[in-house]
């Protein structure tokens, strides 16, 4: 599980178990990986990015565009995010 993968101090970021496909269908999810931010506001969460976590997958130290961490800077900032869905690259999730 990727919760396993990732050391509790790395990261402040909830991991949601999805073992129906509930949370994935609800956000129209279809490969993995793929980053979605959400913003509360007012009590309601609003999608603000969906995609791509890099233009890289594959290789970390040539990554040119960090679409997910430019996304939070402009949440972070109140700021409209500059790309909201980037065509997010890996393999299919299987439907069942």
Same mark, same amino acid.
């Given at each position: 599980?990727? =919760?396993d993968?990732? %050391?509790a101090?790395?990261a402040n970021?909830?991991? !949601? %178990?999805d073992?129906?496909?509930?949370?994935? +269908?609800q956000f #129209? =999810? @279809?490969? @993995?990986?793929?980053? &979605?931010?959400l *913003?509360n *506001?007012? #009590?309601? &969460?609003?999608?603000?990015?969906k #995609?791509?976590?890099?233009?890289?997958?594959?290789?970390e @130290?040539s990554? +040119?565009? =960090?679409y997910l *961490?430019n996304?939070? !800077?402009a949440?972070? =900032?109140?700021k409209?995010? %500059?790309a909201p869905e !980037?065509?997010a690259i #890996?393999?299919? !999730?299987k439907?069942f």
């Amino acid at each position: 599980a990727l =919760a396993d993968k990732v %050391p509790a101090e790395s990261a402040n970021l909830p991991l !949601i %178990p999805d073992p129906e496909q509930e949370v994935s +269908r609800q956000f #129209g =999810a @279809t490969k @993995t990986p793929e980053a &979605f931010l959400l *913003q509360n *506001q007012n #009590g309601s &969460f609003v999608l603000k990015y969906k #995609g791509a976590i890099d233009d890289n997958p594959q290789l970390e @130290t040539s990554v +040119r565009q =960090a679409y997910l *961490q430019n996304a939070l !800077i402009a949440v972070l =900032a109140n700021k409209p995010v %500059p790309a909201p869905e !980037i065509h997010a690259i #890996g393999c299919m !999730i299987k439907k069942f």
